[in-house]
């Protein structure tokens, strides 16, 4: 999946790969990371805080259903606002739980390569996760 600028657009073509998958028989599909944008944090931006999004929210909402409705468990990264202010955070979950990212990388050999993620995500307070879900 090609992500564009645009999230609402990316959205869209998840749900719709999601459909498609299911329709070749798939039980579990994994969405691309961050799949909403291109991969930002290749640079410290303040502006691209506007991207992170309320869990449970519209995203999940439309997943939750696509999952639903096709009977399959998605798994989806996503950028969330955890509080007011640049307090987001990286959350990977499905539509029977949650997980956040545990230590966010970071360490100069990330910051010669162009990865700023302790910029925008912090360590989650959720866990270990587990699902008790089983794939039939």
């Known amino acids: 999946m090609a992500m564009s600028a645009e999230p609402a657009a990316n959205l869209d073509a998840a749900c719709a790969k999601i459909r498609e998958a299911a329709g070749h028989g798939a039980k579990v599909v994994c969405l691309p990371e961050l799949f909403r944008t291109p991969y930002f944090c290749q640079k410290e931006d303040p502006e691209l805080f506007a991207l992170?999004?309320?869990?449970?929210?519209?995203?999940?909402?439309?997943?939750?259903?696509e999952a639903r409705r096709n009977s399959v468990v998605v798994v989806a990264s996503l950028f969330e606002r955890r509080a007011p202010g640049p307090v987001p955070q990286h959350d990977r979950g499905h539509r029977h739980g949650r997980h956040a990212l545990g230590p966010v990388p970071q360490d100069a050999h990330s910051r010669r390569s162009g990865y700023y993620e302790k910029y925008y995500f912090t360590p989650g307070d959720l866990g270990v996760s587990r699902f008790p879900h089983r794939v039939r």
């Open 52 to 65: 992170a999004e309320a869990i449970p929210g519209p995203s999940t909402e439309a997943l939750g259903w």
